[in-house]
């Protein structure tokens, strides 16, 4: 079970924390990513982090966000800073080689 909380709304240029907590055993041994689903469009990979802490973004968020993991809390983390109007979605975190059934994600809103 992947459970997401953290969103909001928050003004353009504002920042928020997302936390998803992975109800799964094997969390400390495999690649966990941040994905996210604006209205009308598919989903999309955001960021992953491997095991060890090594992190990969795609380019519309590089140098903002910043992912993070606790392997002892079954825990990763998304702080995200300088928000844009663009990145208002449901974000999801799941496994890219595993992709579990997707938990209900937490829905970030930027706005003016």
């Known amino acids: 079970q992947l459970q997401a909380s953290g969103g909001g709304s928050v003004q353009p240029g504002g920042s928020l924390k997302l936390s998803c907590v992975a109800s799964?055993?094997?969390?400390?041994?495999?690649?966990m990513g941040w994905y996210r689903q604006a209205p009308g469009k598919q989903r999309e990979l955001v960021a992953r982090i491997t095991s060890g802490g090594v992190t990969d973004y795609a380019d519309f968020v590089k140098g903002r966000f910043t992912f993070s993991r606790d392997n002892a809390r079954n825990l990763v983390s998304l702080e995200m800073t300088d928000l844009k109007p663009d990145d208002s979605a449901v974000y999801y975190c799941n496994s890219p080689d595993l992709l579990w059934t997707w938990g209900r994600g937490t829905l970030v809103t930027v706005s003016s």
């Open positions: 799964v055993s094997i969390f400390s041994d495999i690649i």
